[in-house]
């Protein structure tokens, strides 16, 4: 339905990010060492980027933050940027760059996490990718 070209990951290297639709997520797609890797993430995982490649998921109403992704050829490394836990008890525990932190502390980043700008999809249209990647 639509895409965008961006360097979430910091590399240097752009990554295809397919938007599929509501019902099956996102397929980041990148270019190593003359191969293409495919990441398939469902549409709760991926569900804002920014441009400096913090991405949104959530695993529930409850469990929910924003993580960094970074690649190495078929292998994609998470780290969390701010995440809100709950246990089995529903007990919430709050982290931020991995390490717990208070409520409000976490309130806050993730505030400022929201305030970045966001990525720009396209509407894919073959034409619309062939123009986004001759940019590149």
């Known amino acids: 339905d639509a895409f965008c070209l961006a360097d979430i990951d ?3 290297s752009p990554e295809l990010i397919l938007r599929l639709n509501e019902d099956f997520g996102f397929e980041l797609l990148r270019y190593e060492n003359g191969l293409v890797y495919g990441f ?11 441009v ?11 469990d929910y933050g924003w993580y960094q992704v ?6 994609m490394e998470i780290s969390e940027v701010c995440w809100k836990h709950v246990d089995e008890n529903y007990n919430f525990h709050w ?8 409520e409000d502390d976490f309130v806050k ?5 929201e305030a970045k700008s966001r990525l ?4 894919y ?10 940019a590149d």
Request: net charge negative; glycine share 10%.
């Open 10 to 12: 910091g590399d240097g």
């Open 40 to 50: 398939p993430f469902v549409a709760r995982a991926m569900e804002d980027i920014t």
């Open 52 to 62: 400096e490649g913090d991405i949104l998921g959530s695993n529930g109403a409850e």
């Open 70 to 75: 970074r690649f190495l050829a078929e292998t």
């Open 95 to 102: 982290t931020i760059e991995g390490q717990d932190a208070p």
């Open 109 to 113: 980043h993730c505030n400022e996490t």
């Open 120 to 123: 720009a999809f396209t509407e």
């Open 125 to 134: 249209t073959q034409e619309n990718l062939d123009a986004a990647m001759a």
